[in-house]
Each structure stands twice: as C-alpha cells, then as structure tokens.
C-alpha cells in the first residue's frame, strides 16, 4: 500500500484568497511602504535642512570669532603704544621744563639732565625694556653683546673688557646688543 503526502493542516479559520484580493494586499502593502518611505524622506530632509542652518550658523560665529580677536589684537598693539608714549610724555615734560631755564647753573643743569634721565629709565623699566649692561670680566654672551674688537687684557679670555655702549632688553628679546670689547685669548 503506498502512502499518498499529506498535506500540512492549514489555519482552520483561514479563508482561501483568490487572486484579485492577493493583488490588492500587495498593492496595499506596497502603498504602506511607500508612505513609509516618503516619510522617511520628509524626516531626511528636515534633518538635512537644521544641519545645514546649524552649520551655516556656526560658520558665521566663528567668522564673527575671527574678525573680534582681529579687532582686539589691534586695539591692544594701539593702547600698548599709547601706554607707553604716555609714560614718556613726563619725559618731555621734563626736557621742556629745563630748556625753559634762560640762567641755569652747570649744578642746575646737571641735576635736572640726571632727573629726566631716571624718568626716562623709570619709564622704559615699566614697560619692561632692561639694559644690558654687562660688568667688567663677565663672560661675552654672542646673544647679547656684539664684540667690536679684542683687546689684550689680564683677565680671561672672552670675557668683557669694556662697554661701549649698552644694550636693551624688551621682554627678555634683544632690542639692541650691548657694544664690547673683549679680552683676546693669550
């Protein structure tokens, strides 16, 4: 006796599709996943159009960020001029004052040039401009001091003999190099 397949038992509450109902299902759920999909759209494009005003907002802030440092950088090297030709402005004062003197003594003159001298010193010391005046026997340092001959002399070799004139500091960076003469090796 042969066996004849069965067939698996189907829903017993299913009732038989025919093929135009078949049709319209698919249509219909082809439709749903369309509607989901221009959903998805709409949502894409939303999200696309806030970067984009998000990323043109910030391009702008930084530029607005950029022209600002731009603008103080200017004002400080202004007021940083400023500052500093105020505090010479009492220098000139000073000169003015002396010159005004018809009668002066050699005393006079002295005391007022070595006055207006400590103002302008004073004055170079607050917006941090050092001398660079070295002592004799120290030790010639090519970064801040130009040699300008070697001369025989009973100290160490390479070593400041004289100044000649002095250099000056601005902020720890040479603005001009104390002219020396150094001792020649022996």
Do not use: C, W
Request: aromatic content about 2%; cysteine-free.
């Amino acid at each position: 006796m042969s066996q004849t397949p069965t067939n698996p038992p189907s829903d017993p509450n299913a009732t038989p599709v025919s093929p135009e109902e078949a049709l319209a299902a698919e249509a219909a759920s082809q439709a749903d996943a369309e509607a989901a999909l221009a959903q998805e759209i709409a949502t894409l494009k939303a999200q696309n159009a806030d970067l984009a005003d998000q990323f043109l907002r910030a391009k702008a802030e930084a530029e607005n960020a950029r022209r600002r440092a731009e603008e103080e950088v200017s004002k400080a090297r202004k007021f940083a001029v400023e500052s500093f030709a105020e505090s010479l402005l009492a220098v000139a004062d000073s000169l003015e004052a002396g010159l005004a003197i018809q009668e002066a003594t050699r005393e006079q003159l002295r005391e007022g040039t070595e006055a207006t001298l400590k103002q302008l010193k004073s004055a170079l010391e607050r917006h941090k401009v050092l001398e660079i005046n070295p002592t004799g026997a120290a030790k010639f340092d090519p970064h801040q001091h130009q040699a300008i001959s070697m001369v025989p002399a009973d100290q160490e070799p390479n070593t400041v003999v004289a100044v000649l004139q002095k250099g000056y500091l601005i902020a720890d960076r040479v603005l001009r190099p104390a002219l020396v003469t150094v001792a020649a090796p022996k």
